[in-house]
């Protein structure tokens, strides 16, 4: 992603900080950041992985 091109507004960061760290506060900033990140979640909760069946206490247990 680049941001060449869009402005990303910090004004809800002190200017100090906007003038020593832009680069990071515009991607705390940036929403297709967000929502790249939305959808990597979504896909990961989403996905279906193969589950290995847990021991159960009473199958462990001696006979």
Same mark, same amino acid.
């Given at each position: 992603?680049?941001? /060449?091109?869009?402005?990303?507004?910090? &004004?809800?960061?002190?200017? *100090?900080?906007?003038?020593?760290?832009?680069?990071?506060?515009?991607? /705390?900033?940036?929403?297709?950041?967000? &929502?790249?990140?939305?959808? *990597?979640?979504?896909?990961?909760?989403?996905?279906?992985?193969?589950?290995?069946?847990?021991?159960?206490?009473?199958?462990?247990?001696?006979?």
């Amino acid at each position: 992603m680049t941001d /060449e091109d869009r402005r990303i507004s910090c &004004d809800n960061y002190p200017w *100090l900080v906007r003038v020593f760290n832009k680069p990071h506060h515009e991607i /705390e900033n940036d929403p297709r950041v967000w &929502d790249e990140i939305a959808a *990597l979640i979504d896909f990961e909760l989403t996905s279906t992985r193969p589950t290995t069946q847990a021991s159960s206490p009473s199958s462990l247990a001696p006979k």
